[in-house]
């Protein structure tokens, strides 16, 4: 899968839920949340748009960054 980076303007830890949760009910992501950074990291096979749009069902203004590496 390839690694996706959003930027998504998370302050809290009810900002960073409500992104697990979306991401939870898409399916078939790993991710992780960089609260502090407001950085979100998706390994998934879905395609960025979508991920974008479920995202953005956060309320938040969320915006795609690029791929990231795998390490």
Request: net charge negative; with cysteine; hydrophobic share 30%.
């Amino acid at each position: 899968f390839q690694k996706h980076e959003f930027f998504v303007d998370m302050t809290c830890e009810g900002c960073s839920n409500a992104v697990t949760r979306v991401l939870h009910r898409l399916g078939g992501v790993n991710f992780d949340i960089d609260l502090p950074n407001k950085k979100v990291c998706i390994d998934s096979e879905h395609n960025v748009d979508t991920l974008l749009e479920t995202l953005k069902k956060t309320g938040k203004n969320a915006t795609y960054l690029g791929e990231k590496s795998a390490q």
